[in-house]
């Protein structure tokens, strides 16, 4: 069964550029060395009249999903956030339980 969360990150005003240029960076890492993500989808919202950038990912299984968590390219992403001062606000994560509906008509 597959395991789907979405990630909120908060980008500091200043850094948008910048943590979009990183987002991209793993992104493309993880389509080409992850064969176990199916889906990791960055978009670019506001939340209270601020940057938020929303990740929607759906893993082959839960394994996968600890196999990118706990891989080296995510843990590239953190610790560059954290020495380029790129977060606002720690990383949020929501973990799903899809009940009804459809992923796509494509």
Same mark, same amino acid.
């Given at each position: 069964?597959?395991? $789907?969360?979405?990630?909120f990150?908060y980008?500091?005003?200043?850094?948008?550029?910048?943590?979009?240029?990183?987002?991209?960076?793993?992104?493309?890492?993880?389509?080409?060395?992850?064969?176990?993500?199916?889906?990791?989808?960055? $978009?670019? $919202?506001?939340?209270d009249?601020?940057?938020?950038?929303?990740?929607?990912?759906?893993?082959?299984?839960?394994?996968?999903?600890?196999?990118?968590?706990?891989?080296?390219?995510f843990?590239?992403f953190?610790?560059?956030?954290?020495?380029?001062? +790129?977060?606002?606000?720690?990383?949020k994560?929501?973990? +799903?339980?899809?009940?009804?509906?459809?992923? $796509?008509?494509?």
């Open positions: 069964m597959t395991f $789907s969360l979405v990630a990150i980008p500091k005003e200043d850094k948008v550029e910048r943590l979009k240029e990183v987002a991209k960076d793993i992104a493309e890492w993880v389509k080409a060395n992850e064969p176990g993500t199916l889906q990791y989808h960055w $978009s670019q $919202s506001t939340e009249g601020k940057p938020v950038f929303v990740v929607q990912e759906i893993y082959a299984d839960e394994a996968a999903f600890e196999a990118h968590k706990n891989g080296e390219k843990n590239w953190v610790e560059t956030g954290k020495k380029e001062d +790129l977060f606002a606000a720690p990383l994560v929501c973990i +799903l339980d899809p009940f009804g509906g459809f992923a $796509s008509r494509i």
